[in-house]
């Protein structure tokens, strides 16, 4: 049993703002039923099209899910819409007192939600918001977009938190290695550098050197984790020329992996201008 805090059982027994708003001047929707969560979110706006006058939901989820939306609409009632694009899943957390951590992607929901009707309002698109980016976790439709953006909003550090903020990683587990090197790569972005400071001018050997040793300790280590590997085969001015092995030689994503995983690592270490290559069978 989850352990709820009074404000969230509140808005579940209770939800405020339930319904569609006919002829709303926006709406957001999100999810899917076969993903167990789907939220509709519709917004009346006053006569300027600033301010949110009124903001009702329907929602398939659970008691989170149901509150999350409640304090949602609860939240932005009276706001203007400019205002309202700040709002952040965590908003809708802390309105709550607080969601158990495994149940923080209602709050996700919740924002996506509101940033489909806003987008809806700008754009004039509807229905089901896509999400811009590539897929990542097929069993729930969650992008490489959303998964870095919840670990930056959130801080996540772990595969475990980012299934708990937005579902990816929790079906069949596949994508759990490319989560892993999502987070190894948004944090090490994110993070004020302390890292040793890059030589001005290598000769070859200590090029080769510092790539070796950048490859054993900020890539292998993630690789093999996943059930593959990488060699070292050649470095020729800054073309730097490597094999998979493993589970990474057939993955479908290597391509990825290896400019936005490999490369930055390689260039955040050792050199800016070192293009990283997959060796010709
Ligand atoms: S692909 Fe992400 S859990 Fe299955």
Request: proline share 3%; with cysteine; hydrophobic share 40%.
């Amino acid at each position: 049993m989850w352990d709820y805090t009074e404000k969230v059982k509140d808005h579940f027994l209770n939800p405020r703002n339930v319904g569609e708003i006919e002829n709303a001047d926006c709406m957001g929707e999100v999810g899917s039923l076969a993903c167990g969560d789907a939220l509709k979110l519709t917004l009346r706006l006053d006569e300027k099209k600033e301010k949110i006058v009124d903001a009702k939901f329907l929602t398939f989820g659970c008691a989170s899910a149901i509150a999350s939306s409640s304090a949602l609409t609860e939240i932005i009632k009276g706001m203007t819409i400019d205002s309202a694009a700040k709002v952040t899943n965590q908003d809708i957390a802390d309105y709550l007192g607080e969601l158990p951590e495994q149940k923080m992607h209602c709050s996700v929901m919740g924002r996506e939600a509101l940033e489909a009707a806003i987008a809806n309002l700008r754009t004039g698109k509807t229905g089901v918001v896509e999400l811009e980016g590539r897929v990542v976790c097929t069993c729930f439709g969650v992008t490489e977009t959303e998964i870095e953006r919840v670990i930056k909003e959130n801080s996540l550090t772990e595969v475990e938190q980012v299934t708990n903020y937005c579902k990816a990683g929790g079906g069949c587990g596949g994508c759990r290695g490319e989560i892993e090197r999502i987070l190894l790569r948004t944090n090490a972005a994110a993070k004020p550098t302390v890292k040793p400071s890059k030589p001005g001018r290598l000769t070859v050997m200590q090029k080769i050197k510092m790539i070796d040793e950048t490859i054993a300790r900020e890539i292998r280590p993630s690789l093999v984790q996943d059930g593959g590997d990488i060699e070292l085969v050649d470095v020729e001015g800054s073309r730097v020329i490597v094999a998979l092995r493993g589970a990474c030689s057939s993955c479908p994503a290597s391509p990825v992996t290896m400019k936005d995983f490999i490369q930055a690592k390689l260039r955040e270490f050792v050199a800016d201008d070192l293009v990283v290559e997959e060796e010709k069978q």
